[in-house]
């Protein structure tokens, strides 16, 4: 008898937890979000989660607090997201670098893959091949070439170890037979900062972030890292078409949350994200930006699941193989 009444009792605490777990998605959300970026503010990464964040806000009935968390490729920021508590109220923008490339190097106390809840496959982008403006070469040919006659390692900045803009400067480096020296920044804006003031030579940024200082003058794009050419500058050639070929690397975004959320709040999470990509006015600033949005049919959980693990099946081999580490 008195195991038939604790084997009840266990029961009801059971259903009483599941309950409440229910309640607390119905009244998901309840207080402000916090979306955590793994960048600093200004880049590409930080101005598409204040677009999202404000167009969310919309359908959840909730402001969504962006906290940018720089360091470690944006590694920092998405281990914030994975030991936040499991209720919905912490949830994580990354990209490329910091859920492909960055986990690939750093010792994290967690798996990228196993423990995030995947939420929405975002917009994805080009990176171009960029120098300052007092760089001879105008066009792909003159850079190859000024880059071949130079006797020493010509700077060339990227946003971290790792990241695609070094993936995509070993490429051309061993295509061309030259030599890089990479200076790593913990995000686009502080790159291009030092790209304008000529403390560095080249870079390799994300495009639609570093478009406006392209149209600007204040430093030279000279080819897209991408397999066609960017609609936002259709005269800017692509590595391929310079003659670089296999040279092709898209930089893309999503959005994760906590793992072991209830699956009403993913739900409720993909279909705010969803609502924002698909509304006009938000879409149009983000297409502004130079980014293109997925498809619908890819804006869901499985879709950034499925995309994300094809990412790190095809570039975790090419980094092994290149030996990049993130002492480099």
């Known amino acids: 008898m008195k195991r038939i009444g604790l084997v009840g009792a266990l029961c009801a605490l059971v259903s009483l937890t599941a309950s409440a777990v229910v309640a607390r998605a119905e009244d998901y959300p309840s207080r402000p979000i916090t979306m ?32 940018d968390v720089t360091g470690a490729g944006g590694t920092i920021a998405t281990g914030r997201v994975v030991h936040a508590s499991a209720d919905g109220y912490t949830i994580g923008i990354g ?69 695609p803009a070094q993936l995509v400067g070993i490429q051309l480096a061993k295509a061309l037979g030259v030599h890089f020296q990479f200076v790593p920044y913990r995000g686009a804006a502080p790159a291009m900062q030092d790209l304008t003031a000529g403390q560095i030579e080249m870079a390799c940024l994300e495009a639609s972030g570093t478009y406006p200082g392209v149209a600007a003058g204040r430093f030279k794009a000279f080819a897209v890292t991408t397999d066609k050419r960017w609609p936002k500058s259709p005269d800017t050639p692509t590595l391929i078409e310079a003659g670089v070929p296999g040279v092709s690397l898209a930089f893309w975004h999503g959005l994760w949350a906590t793992k072991g959320i209830p699956q009403p709040i993913v739900d409720k999470l993909d279909a705010a994200v969803q609502a924002a990509l698909a509304d006009p006015a938000t879409k ?10 997925f498809p619908a049919g890819q804006q869901n959980p499985d879709g950034l699941h499925a995309y994300q693990t ?19």
């Open 36 to 67: 955590m970026v793994g960048f600093p503010p200004g880049g590409p990464t930080d101005t598409l989660a204040r677009i999202l964040a404000d167009a969310m806000k919309k359908t959840l009935g909730q402001t969504v607090v962006i906290e």
């Open 95 to 163: 990209n490329w670098t910091s859920h492909v490339g960055s986990p690939a190097m750093y010792p994290l106390d967690y798996d990228v893959l196993k423990d995030l809840q995947p939420i929405s496959l975002l917009t994805s982008s080009p990176l171009w091949v960029l120098s300052k403006n007092e760089l001879p070469p105008k066009t792909p040919a003159e850079l190859f070439a000024w880059l071949k006659a130079q006797s020493r390692p010509v700077t060339f900045g990227t946003v971290g170890t790792g990241s």
């Open 284 to 293: 149009k600033r983000i297409e502004g930006l130079g980014q293109v949005i």
């Open 310 to 328: 094809a990412q790190i099946e095809k570039w975790w081999p090419v980094m092994k193989a290149a030996g990049i580490k993130a002492s480099n």
